[in-house]
């Protein structure tokens, strides 16, 4: 990334350029003068004898930012933050010119979510797309999931609202919210019906409205159970899901007393048997086994 007057970026965070004594006010003046990699030197020898100092942790933590050594740079920041809650201040100031200066690529992008973080106050605007993208790429769903909301709410027009869609899907998925992650598929698909990644989401949306369709019986909410797994039985050409779909029909349909809807269910899961369904097979015929001997069939 390119070079970029630090010095004023902090002094707009309120952290002095001259009066910090010893060895912060060492490392203060260096890092003016963008001699980062003496200042991680001074930071690393100071914190051999003294890890206390918010100050030596701050700008041993920027100065690693900017040699491009992110991980551990944020590390030595939480440090200095951790000590001293002033330091947010000043280090999401420091991070949030660099990532606001430079081509918003995955490095700038990792310091402005950084930023956000320090500082909830700003406003990351359309680089919420990108922010998004670094918490899903680090698996941090819960965040990439606010960041992603967040973006395809304020910015429903931007191209990047469709992979945004995408991964917020996918998120959900990941959170075990089922039911988020099939609204949300089902919106993209609505929105971009000729796109590559709503051809890809008609696939993914089968395994969700699945699991979603899965969790319902297993919560005992069997009106949804069965309203979710029928649609996927109508709709997908995944001949595997549609065993699945079918079975769930059945066993909702069985503990809803429906014992007629169910038999039904189970018998379509074996006549549909192309000798690839497997468990789910022999699951559906234990049912219908379980109903003929209780007389319910």
């Known amino acids: 990334m390119a070079a970029i007057p630090l010095g004023i970026a902090l002094l707009a965070a309120g952290l002095p350029a001259c009066g910090e004594r010893g060895v912060v006010g060492e490392m203060h003046r260096t890092f003016d003068k ?28 920027m100065a690693l930012v900017a040699r491009g050594r992110l991980h551990e740079g944020f590390g030595a920041i939480d440090r200095a933050v951790a000590i001293d809650g002033d330091a947010a201040r000043k280090a999401s100031a420091f991070l949030w010119e660099r990532g606001q200066a430079a081509k918003l690529d995955a490095t700038a992008a990792r310091e402005l ?38 973006a395809v709410r304020l910015f429903p027009d931007t191209a990047a609202c469709e992979d945004a869609l995408s991964r917020l899907a ?29 051809r890809q989401a008609w696939v993914r949306l089968d395994d969700i409205s699945y699991a979603e369709a899965q969790k319902a019986l297993e ?17 997908t050409k995944n001949r595997s899901l549609q065993q699945k779909g079918r079975l769930v029909l059945g066993e909702a349909y069985e503990r809803m007393g429906d014992s007629g809807r169910a038999y039904a269910a189970y018998r379509e899961v074996i006549e549909n048997d192309r000798g690839d369904s497997g468990n789910v097979v022999e ?15």
């Open 34 to 61: 963008g001699d980062y990699e003496e200042v991680v030197a001074l930071g690393r020898h100071a914190l051999r004898s003294d890890s206390s100092s918010a100050g030596v942790h701050l700008y041993y933590g």
């Open 170 to 198: 996918e998120c959900y998925a990941f959170l075990d919210r089922p039911a988020d992650a099939r609204k949300t598929m089902e919106n993209l698909v609505k929105r971009y019906p000729r796109g590559d990644v709503a």
């Open 113 to 150: 979510a950084k930023a956000s973080e320090l500082d909830p106050a700003l406003d990351l605007g359309k680089k919420r797309f990108a922010v998004g993208d670094v918490y899903f790429n680090e698996r941090r769903y819960p965040e990439a999931a606010g960041m992603y909301e967040a």
């Open 219 to 235: 919560a005992g909410d069997l009106e949804e159970a069965v309203e979710v797994a029928q649609a996927l039985v109508d709709r």
């Open 283 to 297: 699951r559906a015929r234990a049912r219908i086994e379980a109903l003929q001997a209780a007389g319910l069939r």
